[in-house]
């Protein structure tokens, strides 16, 4: 029973950008209705049941998606998000058909929500699900052929959103405290989901039912399926508390000799992090890899791979004396920093990429030692755009378009590390963070606030710089050497004013550490020096001489 969204929904729903002044900042109705928390969606999802049937000669599905909700607050009309360019065929709330309408990319439902209550939302589907152009670094459905000439399909949706294809409240700030998904594909394919498996149904009609469940919350774009001819193997990883974790993946058939080889190097990863940070989060569905029609993607408990088996990423990316497949190291950090901490909002996914990439180095330390970690960070500082600001604008869906969030965010981390100068508070620095929002959510300031406690200093203004401003801190200096003394006057050239680093410079032999603010400083020393070094190897800065 579908309406046309009436002329006061609509004013309200304007009204909500232009409070936000979104209007201001060239963001539209549509950004809104996915990236706000507006008062149709001021309910709570506790859980999802997923059940989707493909057509994949004519590339389409049929989906049936329940969702059982609870109001936070009284609203009066309820907001399920589900792309246009699907059709709504039924919307059913605890049985009853309902009329709702559609704007934009969103399912509206009038319906009077009282404050605690609880309610079964049953939304009907069904249509042809946009195609990825270049997975998984835009949103969609990959069909694919695999060697073979036989189909191989996935789905990749981080950033653009889970609604491409199936309906949900498309907010990081929801997650389903568990969810089961059921597949029905071609009887000669298997269909491979987040979790575990709970049983497969054959049908008459030549095809096969997958049903799949996940026991702890999981960000809806991590909701995924992989539909191939997979065969799977299983392996284990022992943590330091002698628990075991069941380890299975799943690769293409002809892949398989070679993936129990090549994936060993898992347990390498899951050791290391569990070293830093504690062991993996998501214990009871268990850890996979799948190998997918597209690089790579951080699946919850069925990552995504698709690096051909290759060191590196498809054998390039990191330097020569590494040897560890990129995409295993890069996908498993998320499951820490992603999946099982997450941000409440798409503007603040540095939390996800910048600490997971920092966990790379973090494996190359445990493994390398530290000098090589910083090595491994200097090759990707060229990668660093200094374009735009990491942290973006709340409320309207809006993501980093670069890969500052990844690189520059890790350096970020890197260079408040050398500040602190401290390893013992800074490991413990992070490890707390991941252990007090583990299965929950962090924000910016969680972090922030975390830092000043332990350090006992604040560091707002540093991280501040690097996350919400474009530029990095620029060391101005002089050096003025007479005969027999030497002036050193210094400052940092930043966007916020209260900005306080420390630098390092090496005079001679002696190294010699200066806490340098955003006024101009002198220190006058007692002779002249041969050789003035400035020591920023380890931390993301510019140094800019003034004088010789």
Known sequence: MRLKISSLSFLILLLICLQNGLAQKQFSLKDSLRGSLNPSRMYDVKFYDLSIEFDIPEK???????MNIMATQEQQTIQVDLFENLKVDKVLIDNKEQKFSRLYNTIQIPYLLKTGAKKLIEIHYSGKPIAAKRAPWDGGFTWQKDKQDRDWIAVSCEGIGASLWWPNKDHLSDEPDSM????????NLVAVSNGNLLKTDSKKTGTKT??????????????TFYIGHYQSFKDSYSAQDGQILDIE??????????????FKQTKKVLEAFEFYLGKYPFWRDGFSLVEAPFAGMEHQSAIAYGNGFQRGYYGALIPDEFDFDYIILHESGHEYFGNSVSCNDIAEMWIHESFTTYLESLFIEYYYGKSAAVSYLQSQRSFIANKQSIVRTKGVNDEPEDSDQYYKGAWMLQSLRKCIDQDSIWFGIIKEFYQSHALSHATTEDFINLVNQRTKK????????YLNHNKIPVLEYKIDQKSDYTDFSYRWVVDEKDFSMPVWFKLDKKVIKLEAGTE??????????????ALNKDVLIDLKLLNN
């Not at 101009?520 to 070094?533: G, H, I, K």
Request: glycine residues 2%; contains cysteine.
């Open 458 to 465: 604040n560091f707002t203004a540093v991280v501040h710089q």
């Open 180 to 187: 089961k998904m059921h597949f029905t594909v071609p009887e």
């Open 210 to 223: 997958y049903h799949w469940a996940v026991s702890y919350p999981i960000n809806n774009y991590n909701v």
């Open 60 to 66: 389409k599905i049929q989906g049936i998606c329940q």
């Open 520 to 533: 101009w400083q002198n220190m006058s020393m007692s002779r002249a020096y041969q050789s003035v070094e």
């Open 249 to 262: 993946h799943y690769v293409l058939d002809y892949n398989l000799d070679k993936a129990k080889n090549h």
